[in-house]
């Protein structure tokens, strides 16, 4: 479990904390905080990046964000040549938000392709206005137009999309919640976290989400490859 708070796991619209630097990694350049709202790079998600404003007002550009090897902590990574704080510091973390929402509307839309082709997945990635994910499909008859279409129906209903926890124990005794094959959901601090859109789709997820599927906008399908007898990559493009 994270010695650092992540607030971002309950909020993900927040931009901004208050934190205190309780530990430095001088060989990575990192920064390690008592909380952030910093998103660590996992799940297919990149790192955020942003600043850590200074007391003083001097800022130390983040240029991302990991969990430390062991995964005890979450390590911002300053950009080279930044001065980065002392231990024992009051800063100020402040994401670059248009970074942040970018990955949100992917990640959500993402979630709503798992919707509507139900199986599992093998592989993922998320970057600023675009994603893919690769599913094992036995039968590979997709259509990237009638995709769009399916895509955009679920958006235009204006799904919620909620957090919510569960048990260790509880996941293991619903193995179907899991989608990624590749992924394992962090089990260890006894809850996992879940993510509901509407009721078209549920699944742990430690990514950051849009609250309502209308601001995910439009979505396009833009490529299906092959990546083996069951394999299928599919890409997808937002407006």
Not at 19 to 46: C, K, S
Not at 47 to 75: C, F, H, V, W
Not at 171 to 184: D, G, I, S, W
Request: hydrophobic letters at 35%.
């Amino acid at each position: 479990m994270s010695t650092t708070t992540e607030l971002f796991r309950e909020d993900s619209y927040l931009k901004s904390c208050e934190a205190t630097v309780i530990g430095t990694v001088p060989e990575r350049d990192g920064i390690i905080l008592d909380r952030t709202v910093f998103y660590p790079m996992g799940g297919g998600q990149p790192g955020d990046i942003g600043l850590l404003k200074r007391a003083n007002g001097e800022p130390s550009e983040i240029q991302a964000t990991i969990y430390t090897d062991d995964g005890s902590a979450i390590m911002h990574i300053l950009s080279v040549g930044a001065q980065g704080p002392e231990i024992g510091e009051t800063v100020e973390c402040a994401i670059d938000w248009d970074d942040r929402y970018a990955h949100m509307r992917v990640h959500t839309a993402l979630h709503l392709l798992c919707a509507v082709l139900p199986y599992p997945v093998t592989g993922g990635s998320i970057s600023k206005g675009r994603g893919r994910l690769d599913f094992d499909i036995p039968d590979a008859g997709l259509d990237k137009a009638a995709l769009s279409d399916e895509l955009n129906k679920l958006i235009s209903r204006e799904l919620p999309v909620s957090i919510s926890w569960i048990s260790d124990g509880e996941l293991e005794t619903q193995p179907e919640l899991v989608r990624t094959m590749a992924v394992k959901p962090p089990k260890g601090s006894g809850k996992v976290r879940m993510i509901a859109v509407g009721g078209v789709d549920l699944q742990p997820c430690g990514g950051t989400h849009v609250a309502n599927t209308r601001e995910i906008g439009n979505v396009q399908v833009t490529k299906i490859e092959k990546k083996g007898a069951q394999n299928r990559r599919v890409r997808i493009l937002l407006s």
